[in-house]
């Protein structure tokens, strides 16, 4: 599989809908579906399936569909996930000790191998399989176990330095849930997921459904 152009962010957003959805598909005993149907499922266009998957190389077969198996194995190799990716999550609060029990990061492709906080109520605990460990040997553990993905649930304002020990310690990816933006090296990538922007966005949108639904005149 080739990339033959420069792959937009869109696409390999849209990536792993097709993909949690094709485990779906397995897990129902479905061997084959068409872009129709995976279209359907997703509220995407099978004209937009199509292209996606054409950025990577030849799949399907016209008249059938895709084998929902095999390409399931090639979205994995696009995206990486045969690496199996290890995560280190800083904050153990609610927010880190449900990403800490998320059951689906193993089926993905990711393994969570360390989880780090500052709360001696927490440290010391077991939460998923991994024990809680003081976020001050954070950069020997991220080491020692070879880390490549921090996940930062951490308060704002020590946000930013837990980040900088992190990137110290050899991490490559950083998702972060504080609402600021991070400074790292450019050769770090960070997500930033803001939850309040994501509901101030659809607070916007249920405003003005509103003020569209009042008759003209009130």
Not at 88 to 101: E, F, S, V, Y
Not at 187 to 199: A, Q
Request: aromatic share 8%; glycine share 12%.
């Amino acid at each position: 599989m080739r990339q033959k152009k420069a792959i937009s962010d869109a696409v390999i957003e849209r990536l792993p809908l097709y993909y949690r959805d094709l485990l779906l598909l397995q897990d129902a005993g479905i061997d084959i579906i068409s872009s129709e149907k995976l279209g359907e499922r997703l509220g995407i266009t099978p004209e937009q399936i199509r292209k996606d998957l054409t950025c990577f190389g030849a799949f399907g077969k016209k008249g059938v569909g895709y084998y929902v198996s095999e390409l399931c194995q090639q979205i994995v190799e696009i995206i990486g996930l045969q690496q199996h990716w290890k995560i280190g999550i800083a904050g153990i609060g609610h927010l880190g000790w449900a990403l800490a029990n998320y059951k689906t990061f193993g089926r993905l492709g990711f393994r969570t191998a360390g989880l780090f906080d500052v709360d001696h109520r927490i440290i010391g605990q077991n939460v998923g399989g991994v024990v809680v460990t003081p976020i001050a040997d954070m950069k020997d553990v991220i080491r020692k176990e070879g880390i490549q993905i921090g996940i930062i649930t951490t308060p704002a304002a020590v946000a930013q330095q837990v980040a900088d020990q992190m990137v110290e310690a050899g991490i490559q990816g950083i998702f972060s849930f504080a609402p600021l933006r991070l400074t790292v090296p450019d050769n770090i990538f960070v997500f930033r997921e803001d939850l309040s922007i994501g509901l101030s966005r659809i607070s916007y949108y249920l405003t003005n459904k509103k003020k569209t639904d009042r008759p003209a005149g009130t």
